[in-house]
């Protein structure tokens, strides 16, 4: 390989996240035996438990430390013993826009031997990629009250859309519907053009002139509410969705559940920029209850490490880990659901191991 050395930062965090960062980290250390990949992991406490002992999310010098880093491995945050909105505001939104992760990456691709809830439909059916703005729109915490706790209260909370961020993310989202060079090779506009008639206008006029710079991609526009209608009805019709923060949260656990559920799903926040630093994570949640069973799926933390690596510049050793889960979840695991999987966390860690080659 390149002789370098593959920095990586590891936040395994709350819940089952340490369970299933181990499997993540177990296939990273074989895939790189097999590609010959030099790499080092540094392990951070941060998480719910490091909060309740220290009062801090992300200790000082933190930022420092991950921006030194190739990349950041998330395994999930959420503790019972700490207020929503705490952790997930004071670290994972914290850290995409810091590092300014301005694209969060999310296929959704139903592997082999996944039941999805829809009726039909197989893995020729279920493959396509929503790439979410990342870092404005509602997410920004633009609001306030006035008269808190009154009878006459009024809460205000602002989406913030500016041309420089909607623009980054539809221009990445054309290149990357380009490079994945799929037979439909079309990048659909999910937004709410009749109601948002100013910020979701500035996305829309912004779709159109970016478009025209390539020329070889259809471009088509759905409003969000007709896209949930459209993805359960007709998934084949996507290749690629581009969409503001807001919306695309929604639609991706969508997405999410057509692909087999929060066990597979896995995505990237990604700062694409030259030293931009991307995090990778599982897109479930922490799953307090089955912490420390070894009965949670670790799949969608080993896709997540896959992305990682296809996206810090080491794809043939992602595909290697894509194609190995696919061969597991198409022959061995009875479920993606925790606990009926057939499989402990471990075990189902151990057999992608077994079949990467
Ligand atoms: C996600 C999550 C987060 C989000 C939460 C935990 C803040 O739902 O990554 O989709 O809303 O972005
Ligand atoms: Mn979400």
Not at 264 to 283: H, I, K, Q, R
Not at 334 to 356: C, H
Request: glycine share 12%.
């Amino acid at each position: 390989m390149s002789g370098k050395t593959l920095k990586i930062a590891s936040i395994p965090g709350d819940g089952t996240g340490p369970e299933v960062t181990a499997e993540a980290m177990k296939v990273l250390a074989a895939v790189a035996k097999l590609d010959n990949i030099a790499y080092e992991v540094e392990p951070l406490d941060w998480g719910g438990d490091r909060y309740l002992k220290t009062g801090e999310i992300i200790p000082d010098g933190g930022l420092d430390l991950l921006r030194a880093k190739d990349a950041i491995f998330l395994g999930a945050i959420g503790h019972p013993d700490v207020a929503p909105g705490i952790l997930e505001k004071g670290l994972l939104l914290d850290l995409r826009f810091k590092l300014d992760q301005y694209i969060n990456l999310r296929p959704v691709k139903l592997l082999p031997g996944v039941e999805t809830p829809l009726a039909g439909r197989g893995p020729a059916d279920i493959d396509f990629v929503v790439v979410r703005e990342n870092t404005e729109d509602l997410y920004c915490g633009v609001g306030g009250y006035l008269k808190k706790g009154t009878p006459d209260e009024v809460a205000v909370q602002q989406a913030v859309y500016t041309r420089k961020g909607c623009e980054r993310c539809i221009r990445w989202a054309f290149e990357y519907t380009q490079k994945r060079n799929s037979p439909k090779k079309m990048l659909t506009l999910v937004a709410k053009t009749n109601v948002l008639t100013y910020g979701h206008d500035l996305w829309w006029r912004t779709f159109q002139e970016v478009a025209k710079d390539y020329p070889d991609v259809k471009t088509d526009y759905n409003h969000v509410d007709a896209c949930c209608m459209w993805m359960v009805k007709n998934p084949d019709f996507y290749d690629v969705i581009v969409t503001t923060n807001m919306f695309g949260d929604i639609i991706t656990d969508l997405g999410g559940i057509l692909q087999g559920g929060m066990g597979v799903a896995a995505g990237g926040n990604l700062n694409p920029d030259a030293g931009g630093v991307s995090m990778f994570e599982p897109m479930g949640g922490s799953a307090p209850k089955y912490t420390g069973q070894n009965v949670i799926n670790p799949i969608a933390a080993i896709n997540a490490m896959a992305m990682l690596l296809e996206h810090s510049g080491y794809p043939a050793a992602g595909k290697r880990i894509d194609a190995a889960v696919a061969q597991v979840t198409g022959t061995k695991m009875k479920s993606q659901a925790a606990g009926k999987m057939g499989y402990g966390t471990k075990e189902v860690g151990d057999l992608v191991v077994a079949v990467l080659s």
